[in-house]
């Protein structure tokens, strides 16, 4: 099987060639931003037809490193917004997996759904900011979104053979992040070093971000909202500090499935890259219940008074229209601006609650075009930047 990484330098991007490597299949496509050592290392290894990185500099600078390791042949090198769409849709790929972080994922996903490539997607704010039209457009093209979140991966599991019944509720597990039990005046002068220490997961810096204010969570109520056609009072989270229930599924009949495994990303990589068949996965251990992480799963409520981050996802939902986008956009200039130390912790809940208010008027339309979206996004955050 050929996949175009989108993201291959990111965390998971790396995790995603690991995968491949193991899986015996070819990364044909590669995108990266700046990250040209680690790229052209992976060139080396994966010999791509086609790689993209952020910039015409960023392009030179990859042509004559790759020349000077005798890196033959060169692949094709491109650049920018529109280089990651041609590594989506021209780099041969049965499957694309989106590992770009933020918004700026979109437009290569709704490009591969539209030329017909089914998507692996680790980058929520596309289904966040864009889920009504990516999931239409597959639809209409018959494309399988794969979800790469190892929570919407669970549900996925779960769902198998199964359909998601009004009655029916999903349960997304929270390990609660690096401030798990701390009280809002506990919190006041937390540090970004602070923030940026995920007690379970190895991620980068603007997920980590999501992940100590709960954010990251939020997104994926909406993520959920939209993959699984369910409404937002389906969605419930729970902290569940061990990581080992990935999600679980409470269906009318009162059962309750669970997907269980040793926290480690490359489960649900492994999973969107092989769907349908199971294949053996000799890069993650059997399953021990006797393992120490998993002898004792305990559950406790989301301190929404401390963490509102969920709350304001509903209340995006709630209003409808491209309101999503608004709170996806307001949160990635904040993180931004709180990873730069210009915000406090809580200022990031500050300016989201504002935008919602200040951009209420978008809740009114109920679908835009892609560049109009990206044109919103773009505005909210500098907005955003212009008035802190």
Known sequence: MNIAVLGSTGSIGTQALDVIASLGYAATGLSAGKNIELLSEQIAAFQPQIVSVENEEKADELKKLLTARRIFPLPEIVYGDTGVIKVAVQSS?????????????MPPVLAAVRAGIDVALANKETLVSAGELVMAEAKAKNVAILPVDSEHAAIFQCLQGKTLS???????TCSGGPFFGKRRQQLVDVSVEDALSHPTWNMGRKISIDSATLMNKALEVIEAVRLFAAKASQVD???HKESVIHSMVSFADRSVLAQLGLPDM????????????TKRNDLLPVFDPFDPRASSLTFAPVDAETFPAIELAKEALSLGGLMPLVLNAANEAAVALFLEEKITFFQIYDIISRSLATYRVWSATTSANPDDMMDLHRGVMEDIRRST
């Open 93 to 105: 790929a049965d499957r694309v997996l989106a590992a770009i972080s933020g918004f700026a994922g």
């Open 166 to 172: 009004p009655e029916d509720k999903i349960f997304l």
């Open 237 to 239: 989270v729970v902290i």
């Open 266 to 277: 490359r489960l649900a990589i492994f999973q969107a890259l092989t769907y349908p068949e």
